[in-house]
């Protein structure tokens, strides 16, 4: 089955600093990933999703990430973090399981401080 | 356009009690799917709905049930809640078909059950 293993459940950075979400997923055919956003008290909102193609892509808010298959890891990036970008980003794969299934991460809470 | 809705937006039950929760997916999307989020945790994957149509469970027990509308509007109902039934309980939807699996699902602001 699949499953998608997101490294450190808070990560810390200052204002202008790069961020580095870690997420690598296990999976026995190319899979659909995914990242979210979810802000206190609020649904998920979509960051950017990889299907095929390019292997880097680019979100909203000026986040990105890279389908690395060799390493089975799809870890998002933003160059310069704003506080507003403070939220809980969660990674999720979906396959051809013949229905809409998206397996979430146990998420990561980023920090930002001034 | 107006997003995905879901009422209500808060909900305390008691051990033993029955819930429904509702959903209304963007206006033209045919797919719904319900995931629960535990305090700290991923959301996981309930139900999918299309056209009426179950097309999808997961690890949930019997308890949990679902059904859609005509006008693709979803409830989600739990029977004998359970302390660990507490939960944020969101709901998403699709325009696209049911087997269309990479496209996305928009998520709504969540119910937030607690069992006391």
């Known amino acids: 089955a699949q499953s998608v293993t997101q490294l450190g459940s808070h990560v810390s950075v200052s204002e202008g600093a790069l961020v580095l979400l870690r997420c690598n997923y296990s999976s026995s055919v190319p899979p659909y990933l995914f990242w979210y956003v979810q802000y206190p008290n609020q649904g998920l909102q979509l960051l950017l999703k990889?299907?095929?193609?390019?292997?880097l892509v680019k979100g909203i808010n000026g986040f990105e990430a890279e389908f690395k298959k060799s390493e089975t890891s799809f870890h998002l990036t933003k160059p310069s973090a704003h506080m507003s970008d403070a939220a809980e980003y969660f990674c999720?794969?979906?396959?051809?399981?013949?229905?809409?299934?998206?397996?979430f991460g146990t998420g990561t809470r980023l920090l930002v401080s001034p | 356009d107006a997003g995905v809705t879901q009422s209500p937006t808060h909900l305390i039950k008691t051990r033993g009690q029955h819930v429904t929760l509702r959903c209304s997916p963007i206006s033209g999307h045919k797919s719904v799917s319900w995931y629960q989020q535990v305090l700290g945790q991923g959301p996981q994957f309930i139900f999918q709905?299309?056209?009426?149509?179950?097309?999808g469970r997961g690890n949930f027990p019997d308890r949990f049930s679902a059904r859609q509308f005509p006008n693709y509007s979803s409830e989600l109902n739990v029977n004998a809640l359970l302390l660990g039934d507490s939960a944020l309980y969101l709901c998403?939807?699709?325009?696209?078909?049911?087997?269309?699996?990479?496209?996305?699902?928009?998520f709504g602001p969540g119910t937030r059950l607690t069992v006391t």
């Open positions: 709905y299309y056209e009426k149509e179950e097309r």
């Open positions: 990889y299907t095929t193609g390019a292997t």
């Open positions: 998403a939807s699709s325009d696209r078909d049911s087997d269309r699996f990479s496209y996305e699902q928009y």
């Open positions: 999720a794969v979906s396959l051809n399981t013949g229905f809409q299934k998206l397996v």
